[in-house]
């Protein structure tokens, strides 16, 4: 098993002060994994703190302790709901808890970023809105995360069945990590028979949420000559075309998740949001969000094909090339100018162009830094651009990470403005003059 913690060991010692200014001081002097004993490796050195009393649950019936999770494999998620980060590893969560679906229990440790991520009931909506299933608690005063010395988000730990702590990790692409770890846990402690199989109880948020013909529509886009509306309907994996009076006209995709091409009914989305109409064209580019993919539906001919991405999220940097044959990363939002579609790629925290005659995918604007940078447009640092909008030769964009309105030229020779924000921990909810 040493050979899978390695990697993961070094953040144990990493205490002092986090990245949302809580103080780690409370934090266990945890060893150095990658110098420990097999048997040490699983059993753990430190007892896992307990959950602190008072703090509010979702997906939950009554607040959890973890001496209650006796027996099973428990997995802290650290979190916040409005990074792009977070997002990303609830696929491989989800892939974790169905194959250890006995053994495993994901706990969602919500430690907030800015203040009005504090809210139990914005957390519960978030909870729907990502389909999040296992429980969450309410970190609102860092106490969970400063008891384990977390320093970014996402992070993770790892607690075995007897409740000591095994390790810590952070970042994205947790699965392959976890995986081996899961496994050979899972096999230790059920040899030894102190691994508790009893499927765990969940009250998931989602069952208690109201039906509606929309879920967490995402964006829409309008035009008045063709009196035509659409909407991205993106928890019912769908887009609607409709009247800008409300009446629909067309549903596109068949509501469950995948990435498929087709016709309106079977076609698949998942979780679509942005959406650009080009109406004199009868055509709707879609940011197919969760599938890192940019898709065209063809409102004559009642189609859906796929212009960019393979349905897996780029996990290296800058790499252009043919639409189809690249990987994307969080597309949130298209434009189309001439024969250029602009992207808004907030997973790498850029905007991208697709040339929809070479099928071309460029960077146009970004280092991929997570930051607000003003300069020329590939040195500029963007912080998970999530909207794009064009005014005249500017191209407007707003930036989700640091609640900031930017804008650029089209021109390649352009450079990034920032109109509105001052930061990636500044969230800007403040009426007054622009750059106060």
């Known amino acids: ?208 949420a109201p039906q509606s013909l929309l879920a967490y529509p995402g964006k829409l886009a309008a035009d008045g000559p063709t009196d035509r509306l659409v909407i991205s309907d993106s928890n019912h994996n769908r887009i609607l075309v409709a009247s800008l009076g409300g009446a629909i006209q067309a549903s596109v995709g068949s509501g469950e998740e995948g990435l498929r ?45 796929t212009l960019a991405g393979t349905g897996k999220q780029a996990r290296r940097l800058n790499q252009e090339g043919k639409g189809k044959t690249l990987d994307l990363n969080s597309p949130w939002d298209v434009l189309k100018k001439g024969d250029l579609l602009y992207i808004a790629m907030a997973g790498s925290h850029q905007i991208w162009t697709l040339d929809l005659k070479t099928n071309d995918a460029r960077v146009f604007a970004g280092s991929a830094r997570e930051d607000l940078l003003d300069g020329p447009l590939r040195q500029a640092a963007l912080a998970q651009t999530s909207g794009l909008c064009a005014g005249g030769e500017n191209l407007y964009f707003v930036d989700s990470e640091t609640s900031s309105l930017r804008v650029t030229g089209f021109a390649p020779s352009s450079s990034v403005t920032t109109l509105v924000g001052r930061g990636l921990f500044e969230f800007g909810d403040n009426d007054g003059p622009a750059d106060g």
């Open 1 to 208: 098993m040493k050979k899978h913690l390695t990697w993961i060991s070094s953040a144990l010692l990493s205490l002092g002060l986090g990245l949302a200014g809580a103080r780690a001081q409370d934090a266990p002097p945890l060893g150095d994994l990658a110098t420990m004993s097999l048997s040490e490796d699983l059993q753990g050195t430190v007892r896992a703190p307990e959950f602190p009393p008072g703090d509010e649950w979702l997906n939950s019936d009554h607040p959890l302790t973890l001496q209650e999770l006796k027996g099973k494999i428990v997995l802290l998620d650290f979190w916040t709901y409005c990074c792009i980060n977070c997002m990303h590893v609830i696929p491989d969560l989800k892939r974790l808890e169905e194959k250890y679906k006995d053994s495993l229990v994901v706990i969602g440790v919500h430690s907030a970023k800015f203040k009005t991520e504090k809210d139990t009931d914005n957390i519960r909506q978030a909870v729907r809105r990502y389909e999040v299933r296992h429980p969450v608690i309410n970190d609102a005063d860092f106490q969970v995360w400063s008891s384990y010395g977390i320093r970014a988000w996402p992070s993770f730990a790892l607690i075995n069945p007897e409740g000591k702590v095994v390790g810590l990790t952070s970042g994205e692409g947790v699965y392959d990590t976890l995986d081996p770890i899961l496994a050979e846990l899972t096999d230790h402690y059920r040899q030894a028979g102190k691994l508790n199989l009893t499927p765990f109880p969940y009250s998931p948020e989602s069952v208690k």
């Open 261 to 305: 091409d087709g016709d309106f009914k079977t076609a698949r989305f998942h979780h679509p949001q942005g959406v650009f109409l080009d109406a004199a064209a009868g055509k709707i580019y879609v940011a197919d969000t969760e599938n890192h993919a940019i898709r065209l539906i063809d409102l004559k001919a009642k189609t859906v094909t």
